[in-house]
C-alpha cells in the first residue's frame, strides 16, 4: 500500500463537531426508530392494499417481489456505505469497480454466442451463482493483482476498475450493434435493475448470502469507524489498513455481484441510500449508519413501487426513475464540490 495518508475531513469530523451535531435536533436512536416505523409502514402498504383478484396469488408474488427488494436494498445499501468508507469518498459507489459493466459483458456474450433464446433457457440457481462467482473472480483477481505490488494502492485500484469498465462497456456496445433487433430486445430487458422478475428459488440462497457478509461487516463495524480517521491512525490504533482494505472489497464485491446477478445493474440506488442515510443519521457511526442505510433503501423500494403502481400505473419504472434521479443528484453533488 502507499505509505501517504488518505484523509478526507468530511468524512472524518472533529469531535466537537460530532457533538454539536448530535445536539441538534431529535436523538440518533428516535431518527433509527422512525425511519424503521417509516420502513414497516411502506412495506404494509405495498404487500396488503390495493389487491384486485385472489389474495393468495396476489400476496405471494408481492412476497417474491418484497425478498428482492430488501436483498436488494441490503446488499446495495450497505455495501455502498462500506466502499465509502474505505475510499474516503461520499461521490463513489462500487460500480466504479465495472460490476455493471462485467455483468452486461457477460449477458451480452451470451446472447452474441449462443443466441437470444439462451437467457432464458439458462435461468436458474446454476446461472445466478455462476454469474456471482465470475463478478467475484474479477475483483479478487484485480485486488490480487494490484495488491500485491510494492506500489499498490487503492487509488490505483479505483482507476484500474474505471478503465477496466470503461472497456467492458465498449466491448458490450460493439456486440450489441452486430445483434439483430430481436436479440438486442430479448437483451435489453436483462441489462437493467428488474424486481418484479427474480425467481422465488434464488431468494434463499441470496439472503442467506448478505446475511452471512452482513454478520462480518457487522462484526467489523467499529473497524469501519476507526477507518474514517485516515490510514496512518487507523494503523497506530492497530488496524492492519491493507489487510483490512482487502477483506472489506471483497465483502462488498460479494454483495453487489448478488445483488446484481439477481436483480439487474443498479448504478445510482446504492449512492442515493447512502447520501440519504448520512443525512437523516446525523452521525458518521456505522452502528447507526449501517441500519439507516438498509431501512431508507427498503422505504425507497417498496414506497416507489407502491407509488409506481396505484398512483402513476407505471409498475415498471421505479428502477428507471430512480436511476434517473440519482443520477441528477449525483451530478449536483459533484458540480457542487468540483472533483471527486
Given at each position: 500500500?502507499?505509505?501517504t495518508p488518505?484523509?478526507?475531513?468530511s ?5 466537537a463537531a460530532?457533538t454539536?451535531?448530535?445536539?441538534r435536533g431529535m436523538?440518533?436512536a428516535?431518527r433509527?426508530?422512525?425511519?424503521a416505523?417509516?420502513a414497516a ?15 393468495d ?6 412476497l ?11 446488499a446495495?445499501?450497505v455495501a ?8 474516503h469518498n461520499?461521490?463513489?459507489t462500487p460500480?466504479?469497480m465495472?460490476?455493471d459493466?462485467?455483468y ?9 454466442v449462443?443466441?437470444?433464446r ?15 462467482l465470475?463478478?467475484?473472480?474479477f475483483?479478487?483477481?484485480l485486488?490480487?493483482w ?7 494502492s ?6 484500474v476498475?474505471?478503465?477496466l469498465?470503461?472497456?467492458f462497456r465498449?466491448?458490450s456496445d460493439f456486440l450489441?450493434?452486430l445483434?439483430?433487433p430481436?436479440?438486442?430486445d430479448?437483451l435489453?430487458?436483462r441489462?437493467?435493475g428488474?424486481?418484479?422478475?427474480a425467481?422465488?428459488e434464488y431468494l434463499?440462497?441470496a ?9 462480518v461487516?457487522w462484526w467489523?463495524r467499529?473497524?469501519?469507524?476507526t ?6 491512525t487507523a494503523?497506530n490504533?492497530g488496524?492492519t489498513h ?10 462488498v464485491s ?6 446484481t446477478a ?7 440506488f446504492g449512492?442515493?441510500?447512502a447520501?440519504l442515510?448520512?443525512?437523516f443519521?446525523g ?8 441500519p ?6 427498503l422505504i ?7 407509488v ?7 409498475s ?7 436511476e ?6 449525483f ?7 468540483g472533483?471527486?
Amino acid at each position: 500500500m502507499s505509505d501517504t495518508p488518505m484523509t478526507a475531513p468530511s468524512l472524518a469530523p472533529t469531535s466537537a463537531a460530532l457533538t454539536k451535531q448530535a445536539r441538534r435536533g431529535m436523538p440518533v436512536a428516535a431518527r433509527l426508530a422512525v425511519a424503521a416505523a417509516l420502513a414497516a409502514a411502506s412495506v404494509a402498504a405495498f404487500l396488503l392494499l390495493f389487491i384486485e383478484g385472489s389474495f393468495d396469488f396476489a400476496f405471494e408474488r408481492r412476497l417474491t417481489v418484497f425478498g428482492t427488494m430488501v436483498v436488494v436494498a441490503f446488499a446495495q445499501a450497505v455495501a455502498t456505505v462500506v466502499f465509502q468508507t474505505i475510499t474516503h469518498n461520499r461521490l463513489l459507489t462500487p460500480s466504479i469497480m465495472g460490476f455493471d459493466a462485467v455483468y452486461i459483458l457477460m449477458q451480452t456474450l451470451l446472447v452474441s454466442v449462443f443466441g437470444g433464446r439462451v437467457l432464458a433457457a439458462t435461468d436458474g440457481l446454476p446461472k445466478l451463482i455462476t454469474q456471482t462467482l465470475l463478478m467475484v473472480a474479477f475483483t479478487m483477481l484485480l485486488f490480487g493483482w494490484l495488491f500485491s505490488g510494492r506500489r499498490g494502492s487503492l487509488h490505483v485500484l479505483l482507476l484500474v476498475g474505471v478503465v477496466l469498465g470503461l472497456a467492458f462497456r465498449s466491448l458490450s456496445d460493439f456486440l450489441q450493434r452486430l445483434l439483430s433487433p430481436a436479440e438486442y430486445d430479448v437483451l435489453s430487458t436483462r441489462l437493467f435493475g428488474r424486481l418484479s422478475t427474480a425467481e422465488p428459488e434464488y431468494l434463499p440462497l441470496a439472503g442467506g448470502v448478505c446475511l452471512v457478509v452482513g454478520a462480518v461487516i457487522w462484526w467489523r463495524r467499529y473497524r469501519l469507524d476507526t477507518l474514517l480517521l485516515g490510514q496512518e491512525t487507523a494503523t497506530n490504533l492497530g488496524i492492519t489498513h491493507k489487510r483490512e482494505l482487502t477483506v472489506l472489497l471483497l465483502l462488498v464485491s460479494v454483495l453487489i455481484a448478488m445483488s446484481t446477478a439477481l436483480a439487474g445493474p443498479m448504478t445510482f440506488f446504492g449512492f442515493l441510500t447512502a447520501m440519504l442515510a448520512y443525512q437523516f443519521a446525523g452521525t458518521h457511526r456505522h452502528l447507526i449508519v449501517l441500519p439507516m442505510a438498509f431501512l431508507i433503501g427498503l422505504i425507497t423500494l417498496t414506497g416507489g413501487q407502491f407509488v409506481m403502481e396505484h398512483v402513476f400505473y407505471a409498475s415498471g419504472m421505479l428502477t428507471v426513475v430512480i436511476e434517473f434521479l440519482g443520477g441528477a443528484i449525483f451530478l449536483a453533488h459533484l458540480l457542487r464540490k468540483g472533483s471527486l
